[in-house]
């Protein structure tokens, strides 16, 4: 039982980063992914959703069913 205590204990903590650094990594990990994206268009099949259209609003015929003005 002690080996199982030890090993917990001995496994290394997490280095602490400053905000910034965290910051720039997140920001690297984002273009990367959208590059990778980009590079292989066959991946992204499956958000579909994404690329929709957003020529999809609906006209506003309020003027023609109250008769205009």
Known sequence: MSD???????G???KKISLADAIKNKLAQKKQAQHD???NP????GNSAVMRSQN?????????RTGGS
């Not at 999809?56 to 023609?64: A, E, F, G, I, V």
């Open 37 to 39: 994206a980009k590079s």
């Open 4 to 10: 199982v205590n030890q090993s917990n204990e001995s």
């Open 42 to 45: 066959q991946q992204r099949a």
């Open 56 to 64: 999809n609003k609906k006209p506003n015929n309020q003027r023609r």
């Open 12 to 14: 290394e903590e997490p």
